[in-house]
């Protein structure tokens, strides 16, 4: 509106004031220079400071400035054209099995949710192209402040951390796939999904429908793009599964291979314009040594090193709770910049975190420069110290889930006369699942006992499942007996299943036993059961050297003493994994008159506590066996005659921990007499895959020359257990 407007120019654009600033403006967009309207030095006469001092105002008084706006300047800084960057940094942060593990723990290296949020934040401030994934098995197996609210805290405390895709675990399918999908994958809200509302996306490549086109359950895939960088993440669950959850629970779905299913997902990733692109697969190695993890490529890892396709940048893997750091040749990345994959796995219980970098080179559309670390949370493998601040927020979240559970889980339930462990090698920590524990029979007598009514079916006979013990009962206090709380109990089962009684023939019992021994491919060789009282059994195991898959032979079974009579029929509790088949028992599935009796595996212990434990008494550990194996030599005979040396070994006569009360010695006895005594050496299995051996003697006993013809049964007898 100025009346003196004249024609300006700046940078070769000239035209009016308002054209020329709108030039420059715009080019200052573009090179990042900012641009400033200045106003020059004019005679007093025109200064704001003169308004209305003369007979002519020369403007309207509404600017506060010093300065007239008759001869604005344009002042600009010029400056080169900058080539934009032509490589990309791109982080990855990787966790996995967390399983609901909120708190610190101070005899482990577990941090916490808050200080795995802090670290989280932290390296995100460093680097904002990061992308935070995971390998699986966040929910379920959880500790009680989680478990207890339906692991809603620990959703809660991952959205917090920033947490934005992880592959399915097996655990995520410990209430069904249904759950998964419809309740954790769902969004929250506070009337019809109250406990749901995970922010980050599960995939899994290989969990299909059982539909004609065999869709997938979850989403295979999931993308990123940053700065123009687009990271692609392929997710798989290990091939197990069924094994691992209750069937009944994923009736609807199958697994497929994990190598052949991540492979066709990658390549379409790369169709599709993905850069980067990384495996996120609950399957881990067997053992944290980098240069014999890819030894055996028919392993189940081995396999996914050796297999996956040359798309895949990097495996970031879970499942075994293991912590490596590992990188493998790829043959076809040969003449590339990088040549190794990285293979790594941040152990579990949030101790640790994954980082990878990957320099993206977006004119040679290659990985220029990739790194990989394995960052503790901790500093040491215990208390209180952290390499990573906690975060104000995550810590808020986990400090209401202890408030909500704090009431419920001090809950006093009874007293033990002893620990109550899980079966162990022999470092005292280890756990051996195939190992008989006073733990699991004493499940299995809670269980036996919950179902003892008519009306739930009067259980005869029990049994439970080693992986449903998540960690040892040890009670609170200063010396035996121990209190044992509800959160105790309920660390012990988390998973809420239900007790289910079954009716079962002498023979189908025979084969569930036998199926202790695993099919060929499952994950663990031999898983032992838990047993209830008054239930034994002899058996033989398969010859050393038998391929995988062969079972064991079992060789007698007893019920309060009595012969169990093949075709008489018991009545047998387990839990809902177990009748559905679970862990490989699939003989559980083909139980008779089937009764869900609604009871919970944690509330029969509670009622067992109350019943059993309370006032001046309390619960006592079993150290005695309910499963012997008795091995003969090739060589021996079937027939003896008096005078004759009957000669074989015992093995799995003893518990498997230090504390545990051990027999020194087998008595052997026909009838009330002694024939001999047989030392045993108790030492635990040193490592895994485990089995029931701890507890070894060989027997070498005489055949009176009194012994009439006909059959011989001779008795074995530990002093210390009974």
């Known amino acids: 509106d100025d009346p003196q407007e004249e024609s300006y120019s700046f940078d070769g654009a000239s035209g009016s004031l308002d054209h020329v600033i709108a030039n420059a403006q715009a080019e200052a967009m573009v090179t990042g220079v900012d641009i400033w309207e200045i106003n020059a030095n004019e005679t007093v006469f025109n200064q704001y400071s003169r308004y209305h001092y003369v007979g002519t105002d020369l403007f309207d008084g509404t600017v506060p400035f010093s300065a007239s706006d008759h001869n604005p300047e344009v002042v600009g800084i010029d400056v080169p054209d900058v080539a ?47 992308v935070f994934a995971a390998a699986g098995d966040l929910i379920g197996a959880s500790t009680f402040d989680s478990f207890i609210q339906k692991d809603k805290p620990t959703i809660d405390a991952l959205n917090e951390a920033g947490l934005e895709v992880s592959a399915a675990g097996n655990h995520e399918f410990d209430q069904g796939a249904a759950d998964l999908t419809d309740r954790v994958m769902a969004p929250y809200d506070a009337t019809t999904n109250p406990f749901g509302g995970a922010n980050w996306q599960y995939i899994s490549a290989n969990v299909r429908k059982n539909n004609p086109a065999n869709d997938p359950l979850i989403p295979e895939t999931w993308t990123k793009t940053m700065d123009g960088v687009e ?235 080693p992986g449903g013990l998540r960690q040892d009962m040890v009670g609170t206090g200063a010396a035996f007996p121990k209190t044992v709380t509800y959160r105790q109990a309920a660390d012990v089962q988390p998973f809420a299943n239900t007790l289910v009684n079954m009716d079962l023939t002498g023979a189908q019992i025979k084969t569930v036993l036998e199926q202790q021994w695993q099919a060929a491919g499952a994950a663990r060789p031999f898983l032992k059961l838990g047993i209830s009282k008054g239930f034994s059994y002899t058996s033989i195991p398969p010859p050393a050297g038998s391929p995988a898959g062969t079972r064991g032979t079992v060789t007698g079974m007893w019920l309060n003493g009595v012969p169990i009579n093949p075709a008489t029929t018991y009545s047998v509790t387990v839990n809902s994994f177990l009748a559905a088949g679970g862990d490989g028992f699939a003989e559980l599935a083909n139980g008779a008159g089937k009764q869900d009796t609604g009871k919970t595996d944690l509330q029969g212990m509670v009622d067992y506590m109350a019943e059993f434990a309370s006032g001046a008494n309390h619960v006592d550990p079993d150290y005695k066996q309910n499963g012997v194996n008795t091995v003969f030599p090739a060589s021996a005979s079937r027939r003896y005659a008096p005078g004759d040396h009957v000669v074989f070994d015992v093995q799995g006569w003893s518990m498997t921990n230090a504390v545990d009360v051990k027999d020194t010695a087998v008595t052997v006895k026909l009838g009330a007499t002694t024939l001999g005594t047989a030392t045993l050496d108790n030492a635990a299995q040193a490592g895994l895959p485990g089995f029931d051996v701890t507890g070894k003697a060989t027997v070498d006993v005489v055949v009176p020359n009194t012994q009439a013809p006909g059959p011989m049964t001779l008795t074995l007898v530990g002093a210390q257990t009974g």
Not at 307 to 317: F, H, K, Q, R
Not at 383 to 396: E, I, K, M, V
Not at 426 to 442: V, Y
Request: charged share 15%; aromatic share 6%; net charge negative.
């Open 84 to 130: 934009p960057p032509t490589t990309k940094t791109i982080q990855i942060l990787g966790t996995n099995d967390f399983h609901g593990r909120l708190l610190n723990d101070t005899s482990a290296p577990t941090s916490g949710a808050a200080v795995l949020a802090g670290a989280v934040k932290q390296l995100r401030g460093q680097n904002p192209d990061t």
């Open 231 to 465: 990271v692609g993440f392929v997710g798989a669950v290990t091939e197990h599964l069924p094994e691992l959850v209750s069937p009944a629970g994923i009736a609807g779905i199958h697994v497929d291979p994990i190598v052949s299913s991540v492979n066709t997902a990658a390549n379409q990733l790369k169709a599709g314009g993905a850069d980067v692109i990384v495996l996120l697969v609950h399957e881990g190695a067997a053992g944290t040594n980098c240069a014999t993890m890819d030894d055996d490529p028919t392993s189940d890892f081995g396999k996914i090193i050796a297999g996956v396709n040359p798309n895949i940048d990097a495996i970031v893997s879970g499942h075994t709770h293991l912590a490596y750091d590992c990188e493998f040749d790829v043959p076809a990345w040969a003449g590339r910049p990088v040549t190794k994959r990285p293979v790594v796995s941040a152990g579990q219980y949030g101790m640790a975190l994954n980082k990878l970098t990957f320099e993206y080179n977006k004119v040679t559309d290659q990985v220029v420069v990739g790194t990989h670390a394995l960052l503790p949370l901790k500093v040491g493998t215990s208390g209180s110290t952290f390499n990573y601040p906690a975060d104000p927020a995550t810590a808020a979240i986990v400090q209401a889930a202890v408030d909500a559970a704090g009431p419920l889980g001090a809950v006093e339930l009874g007293k033990i006369g002893g620990p109550f462990f899980r079966g162990k090698l022999a470092d005292g920590t280890t756990e051996n699942r195939g190992a008989e524990s006073t733990l699991g029979n004493l499940v299995a007598e809670v269980q036996k006992w919950a179902t003892s009514g008519a009306e739930s079916g009067a259980a005869q006979i029990a049994f439970m499942n």
